[in-house]
């Protein structure tokens, strides 16, 4: 039965909604912005284009943003290697476990997905003290007190969505293409290489894109953990910006900043965009 077409009413109504909606959406970002180019250093713009709307605040974040006592550059590199370390790790784990689980029968695996749902239904600040003993305990305050403690503590902490969601993934991959590989003479690491990963692109894609996002905006574990200002983050460095009083914050700084911050995100998302859709969508609806 064909649909009926919309009439210039409906078409005009859903022309509006969209309209109104992106305005909603796209009002923060322009506040964003028109905080960034005034010079001023005020937090409510009075217009789109401030008077003497210039791009001096960029030029201060990218050299030496106010008040942290290093560069950009060396947040920059550490937040790089967090995001980095924390997506390839979850990668890693994540995808080897969730083919245990998806492909394999042992005790305790139902009570395993049970508890994965658990730890995902718990705020991340509840874990800070259960993990900052951890790690201190387990590898030292020298390295607990850097960025490779807190890509531990991160990991663990994005593991189980890591998990739950390629076990959905995989769980849409026929079984019955390994067993023929494995027949025609493929070890169980070929099958795993080269049956199962190609096809699990799309998981794989959105899991490292989460793994990426949730180390590129860590804030909570790093500030409890780290003290050594080499050591400092883009997250860290942002907070840091927030004066005592709404006086004392650098506006312009902090907005320029959180627009320079936000950009590796979005483009790690429009690369990665052809793959997530397939691997949200499969991912979610099986268990």
Do not use: H
């Amino acid at each position: 039965m064909l649909s009926r077409k919309p009439t210039l009413a409906q078409q005009l109504l859903y022309q509006f909604l969209c309209l109104l909606i992106l305005a909603i959406v796209l009002f923060p970002v322009l506040w964003i912005v028109s905080m960034a180019i005034d010079p001023r250093d005020l937090a409510r713009p009075t217009s789109l284009i401030p008077p003497g709307a210039s791009l001096k605040a960029f030029q201060k974040v990218l050299d030496k943003p106010t008040p942290n006592p290093v560069t950009f550059a060396e947040l920059a590199r550490n937040s790089a290697i967090l995001a980095l370390g924390v997506s390839l790790l979850t990668v890693l784990l994540g995808t080897t476990a969730a083919y245990a689980f998806s492909r394999f029968r042992f005790p305790g695996r139902q009570i395993g997905m049970l508890g994965f749902v658990i730890i995902l239904m718990l705020p991340a600040v509840g874990t800070v003290t259960a993990l900052f003993v951890l790690l201190n305990t387990l590898i030292g305050p020298d390295l607990r007190n850097s960025i490779v403690g807190v890509a531990i503590a991160m990991t663990a902490s994005a593991l189980p969505f890591s998990i739950w969601n390629m076990k959905g993934f995989i769980d849409t991959i026929p079984k019955e293409l390994e067993e023929a590989a494995l027949i025609d003479g493929a070890s169980p690491n070929q099958t795993f290489f080269r049956i199962m990963l190609p096809l699990a692109v799309p998981g794989l894609a959105i899991t490292a894109l989460f793994g990426f996002m949730t180390g590129w905006t860590e804030f909570v574990l790093s500030w409890q953990f780290i003290t050594r200002p080499q050591w400092f983050t883009l997250a860290m460095a942002l907070y840091g910006m927030q004066g005592q009083y709404a006086s004392n914050t650098p506006w312009s700084q902090f907005a320029a900043m959180s627009i320079i911050v936000s950009i590796p995100i979005v483009l790690v998302f429009f690369a990665l965009q052809r793959y997530l859709i397939s691997g949200l969508t499969v991912g979610g609806v099986k268990g």
